[in-house]
């Protein structure tokens, strides 16, 4: 049993920093996090993750990563049973693509509750219009969750 598990969707590795980075911070906080790069549904679900954390950035017009869309396409098919598992979503985007900012956070985000997970925190958008360093700027929202977190034990 995996007290939290992190997956990214990233085309060009700044969700994946950031995954790796909350993995670090997760850690450091006194967690068991670990992050799961281009993970299959498989390997995820042998892990028993208590706790999702999902750290994806949007592609294309509104597209959902390769890497992550592979997992919620099993996800979709098999619907675990991760009813009442807390979840939280961090999004980075670029708010230039305008409706389409940070689609594939609230895509995953949406499938994710509809399987039953329950949100701690309100998803976290990182705009690469705003900032060049999102890893660090997630800090003080990995904090709350790390405290969140830490809480349900
Ligand atoms: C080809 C391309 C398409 C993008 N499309 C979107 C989009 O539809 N919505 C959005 O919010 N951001 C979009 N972005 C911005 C990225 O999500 C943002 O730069 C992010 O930090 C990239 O993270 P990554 O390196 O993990 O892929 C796009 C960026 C590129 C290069």
């Known amino acids: 049993m995996l007290e939290v598990a992190i997956v990214s969707g990233s085309a060009f590795g700044a969700a994946e920093e950031v995954a ?6 997760l850690c450091a906080a006194g967690l068991e996090a670990r992050h799961l790069p ?22 294309g017009m509104g597209e959902v990563p390769d890497d992550l869309q592979a997992l ?4 979709d098919g098999v619907q ?10 961090i999004g980075l ?17 949406m499938q994710l509750l509809a399987l039953g997970m329950r949100d701690l925190l309100s998803q976290l958008q ?7 360093t999102p890893a660090e700027d997630a ?13 349900l034990r």
């Not at 990182?126 to 060049?132: H, I, M, P, Y």
């Open 93 to 109: 985007g670029d708010s230039c693509y305008g409706e389409n900012f940070c689609a594939a956070a609230l895509q995953a985000h």
């Open 20 to 25: 790796r980075h909350a993995e670090a911070q």
């Open 126 to 132: 990182l705009d690469a219009s705003e900032t060049v």
């Open 72 to 75: 919620l396409d099993e996800i």
């Open 80 to 89: 675990p049973d991760w009813r009442g598992r807390p979840l939280a979503v």
């Open 38 to 59: 281009r993970t299959g549904l498989d390997a995820l679900l042998a892990l028993d993750p208590q706790a999702l954390l999902v750290v994806t950035s949007t592609t």
């Open 139 to 151: 800090e003080p929202w990995l904090e709350r969750l790390a405290v969140q977190l830490l809480a």
